[in-house]
Nanobody, 124 residues
Framework: VQLQASGGGLVQAGGSLRLSCAASGLTFSSYAMGWFRQAPGKEREFVAAITSGSGSSTYYADSVKGRFTISRDNAKNTVYLQMNSLKPEDTAVYYC?????????????????WGQGTLVTVSS
């Protein structure tokens, strides 16, 4: 399984970015997917998750609810994270992950495979 995240960059506060995560080596539609982030000096934290199949259910951290949107395109084996109204505190390396185990969506231990991360920097 390989997960390739892209789309990070430098953006001003209030701006937008869309992250992509292309998956290979798995039956993509069969797995829930998630995004996590890790800021310098902080632990990795949950950002968003989307259920398998059509992705009918999504989950968000309170800190990003209403600003970020997770979606998936099973035909392209890709999960996206649309980030709007970005804030300096959103600065972090963002990781996509494939969820393999049952449990709470915000628990990183329920995710088995991780991408390499893409850096998002929000300037004030």
């Amino acid at each position: 399984v390989q997960l390739q995240a892209s789309g990070g960059g430098l953006v001003q506060a209030g701006g937008s970015l869309r992250l992509s995560c292309a998956a290979s080596g798995l039956t993509f539609s069969s797995y829930a997917m998630g995004w996590f982030r890790q800021a310098p000096g902080k632990e990795r934290e949950f950002v968003a998750a989307i259920t398998s199949g059509s992705g009918s259910s999504t989950y968000y951290a309170d800190s990003v609810k209403g600003r970020f949107t997770i979606s998936r395109d099973n035909a392209k084996n890709t999960v996206y994270l649309q980030m709007n109204s970005l804030k300096p505190e959103d600065t972090a390396v963002y990781y996509c992950a494939q969820r393999t185990f049952s449990g709470l969506y915000y628990n990183p231990n329920t995710y088995n495979y991780w991408g390499q991360g893409t850096l998002v920097t929000v300037s004030s």
